[in-house]
C-alpha cells in the first residue's frame, strides 16, 4: 500500500470520532484540534511499530505512555492523551470497529499532590512578636494602633483557630457573644461547625474590641462585622489581609512569598498533628467535609511515627550506639 493511501487509511478512525464529537457534543474547533493532535501522535507512535489504530493493545498504549514520560510529559498532558485515547478506543468499540477496548486496565499517571507550604513555629512566633511590637510603635496614632491591634489578633485567630480567611473577616459581632472559648462559624457549603479559641487569641480579641470600642465611642450604631473596614462589602477584605501579612513578613525577616493567611490556616493544622492531635479532630476544626482533604498532612503524621520509632524502639537504639 503506497505511503499516502496508508496514512490517510490511519487517520480515518481519527476523523469519524471528530466528526461525532462536534456533530453529537458540540465541540469547539479547539477542542478538535487538540484531540487530533494527540490521537494523530499516537497513530504516529503505532506506525512507527508498523501497526495501525485499530491494531493496538494494552500494551501499545503502557508503551506509549511510558514514551510520554520518558520524553518528560508533565503528568496533566499524559493524563489528557490518555483520556483522548479512552473516548476514540470506546467510540471505535460502539462502532464495531474493534472487538476489545486496550485502554481497558490502564491506569491514569498519578498526579503528584504538592505538600502544603507551612511555617515552622519559630517563624510563626517571630511573626506574632513582630506583630505585637508593631502596637507598640504606633502607640501615638490611634488610628495605626488600631490597625496594628486588629492584625495581630487576626494572627492570632488564625493561628489559634485555623480558620479559613474568608470565614474570619466575615465574622459577625453576634458571632463571639457569651462564652469566648468557642463560637459558631459557618463554612463551605453552609456547614456550622463550633470553633475553639485560646487565651492569648481571646486576650488579643479583647484588646482589638477595647480599642474599636473607644476610638469609635461617637458611633451611635455599632457595625455589623467584626472586623469592620470601609470596603464595599463593609468588612477587611482577604486580600487586604494577604498584603499586610506579606508587608509584617517582610518586617520580621521572613521570606514574603511564604506568607499568607491560609500558610498559617496549614501551620495551625501541621503542628497540632506533629504534636499528637488525631486526623479526625483536625479535619472537624478546618471544616474539612471529606477526611481526604485533611490527608494531605499526613506527612506530619508520617515523620511524627518514624521519629516515634527511631527514639522509643530498642533496636533502633542498637543502630545509633
Not at 468588612?235 to 512569598?257: C, F, I, N, S, V
Request: hydrophobic residues 35%; positive net charge.
Amino acid at each position: 500500500m503506497p505511503t499516502c493511501e496508508r496514512n490517510n487509511s490511519a487517520e480515518r478512525p481519527i476523523a469519524a470520532f471528530l466528526e461525532m464529537l462536534s456533530a453529537e457534543r458540540g465541540a469547539s474547533a479547539n477542542t478538535l484540534d487538540a484531540y487530533a493532535r494527540d490521537l494523530s501522535d499516537f497513530s504516529h507512535f503505532m506506525g512507527s511499530k508498523g501497526g495501525s489504530l485499530a491494531d493496538a493493545t494494552r500494551e501499545d498504549i503502557a508503551a506509549y505512555l511510558g514514551e510520554l514520560t520518558k520524553a518528560g510529559f508533565a503528568v496533566s498532558s499524559r493524563s489528557r492523551r490518555l483520556s483522548a485515547l479512552r473516548q476514540l478506543y470506546r467510540f471505535l468499540l460502539n462502532e464495531g470497529v474493534i472487538e476489545e477496548n486496550p485502554c481497558e486496565g490502564i491506569d491514569g499517571p498519578k498526579r503528584d499532590r504538592p505538600l502544603p507550604k507551612t511555617l515552622s513555629v519559630s517563624e510563626v512566633d517571630r511573626l506574632l512578636e513582630t506583630a505585637r511590637r508593631r502596637i507598640e510603635t504606633h502607640a501615638a496614632s490611634p488610628s495605626r494602633r488600631l490597625q496594628a491591634t486588629r492584625l495581630y489578633c487576626l494572627l492570632e485567630m488564625l493561628y489559634a483557630t485555623g480558620l479559613r480567611v474568608s470565614e474570619l473577616v466575615s465574622l459577625e459581632r453576634n458571632a463571639l457573644k457569651g462564652d469566648r472559648r468557642v463560637f459558631t462559624v459557618k463554612g463551605k457549603g453552609g456547614r456550622e461547625r463550633l470553633v475553639p479559641m485560646n487565651k492569648r487569641a481571646q486576650e488579643a480579641l479583647d484588646a482589638y474590641l477595647a480599642l474599636d470600642r473607644q476610638l469609635h465611642s461617637n458611633t451611635t450604631k455599632r457595625p455589623k462585622w467584626l472586623f469592620h473596614s470601609r470596603s464595599r462589602s463593609g468588612h477587611l477584605t482577604r486580600q487586604r489581609l494577604a498584603q499586610e501579612l506579606k508587608q509584617l513578613a517582610e518586617e520580621a525577616g521572613l521570606d514574603p512569598q511564604r506568607v499568607s493567611p491560609h500558610v498559617l490556616r496549614h501551620a495551625f493544622a501541621s503542628h497540632l498533628l506533629d504534636r499528637g492531635a488525631d486526623l479526625r479532630a483536625v479535619q472537624q476544626l478546618l471544616g474539612h467535609a471529606d477526611i481526604s482533604t485533611t490527608q494531605i498532612y499526613t506527612h506530619v503524621l508520617e515523620e511524627r511515627l518514624k521519629k516515634l520509632v527511631n527514639e522509643h524502639h530498642p533496636l533502633a537504639k542498637i543502630e545509633t550506639e
